[in-house]
């Protein structure tokens, strides 16, 4: 089958190599500042509804979810989920996050056009990440290359959905790092801190964004779409 062989995971190594790298950076951060509590002695949840408050934006519900990091901003419902690990830790690893959600949240009630974009992708997007595999293994049964043609294209607009995403998060950082200060979330020093845990999340994102285009680009390499000569 397509993408367990070995001449694709050789391919695919480096991606994955910087995705195991900047996910080991991440935890690694987010624990080592994990300890370091804020002076304000407040939570995540605290945390991100202070910043909220200060931008005037209160239709925004803060939930908790399970799991670990797996906090997200919905747009949808306009809720803000935070896990457990951040939700309720006075941290700066917890208050980092929080306020980085709270960022996308910021970024939604001023339209922010990047997150607006990444936003109306998400149905395709779903579709782009399950469909080319089951259309590229149809494509070489029944030696069609129109269906392997259409796989790739589906795959590429994951490839453009991972690259939208790099500057939504890194603005939602920025804005995160800057309001956390002007609303007395946290202090300058203690910014500095947090900001690092904010700096090695992204780093996840750009190892995404490395995989999808490493990924397409083995697509369009193994199909001969791409570097091929005619004789």
């Known amino acids: 089958m397509l993408g367990l062989n070995v001449e694709y995971i050789l391919f695919m190594l480096p991606a994955l190599i910087v995705a195991g790298l900047a996910t080991l950076y991440t935890k690694s951060t987010f624990s080592s500042y994990a300890r370091e509590g804020s002076a304000s002695g407040i939570t995540g949840a605290e945390a991100a509804r202070r910043m ?24 949808t419902s306009r809720t803000l989920r935070l896990s457990p690990g951040v939700y309720r830790s006075e941290s700066l690893s917890a208050i980092g996050v929080a306020c980085h959600e709270a960022g996308h949240a910021i970024q939604h009630a001023t ?41 790739i294209l589906l795959f590429s607009l994951v490839v453009v959905f ?13 804005r995160a790092k800057q309001l956390m200060v002007d609303a007395g979330i946290v202090t300058p020093r203690e910014e500095i ?39």
């Open 52 to 75: 909220l408050d200060y931008k005037g934006i209160g239709s925004v519900k803060i939930e908790e979810v399970n799991g670990f990091l797996t906090d997200h901003y919905d747009p």
């Open 193 to 231: 801190m947090a900001g690092k845990v904010l700096n090695a999340a992204f780093l996840t994102y750009v190892a995404a964004a490395f995989s999808a285009l490493l990924t397409l680009l083995y697509y369009l390499l193994r199909f001969g779409l791409i570097g091929r000569r005619d004789d």
């Open 162 to 174: 991972s690259l939208v995403t790099l500057p939504v998060e890194w603005n939602a950082s920025t």
């Open 111 to 151: 339209s922010y056009r990047p997150l607006n974009l990444r936003t109306a992708m998400v149905p395709a997007v779903q579709i782009g990440t399950y469909a080319p595999y089951l259309l590229i293994g149809l494509g070489i049964i029944m030696n069609s290359i129109g269906l392997i043609k259409l796989a």
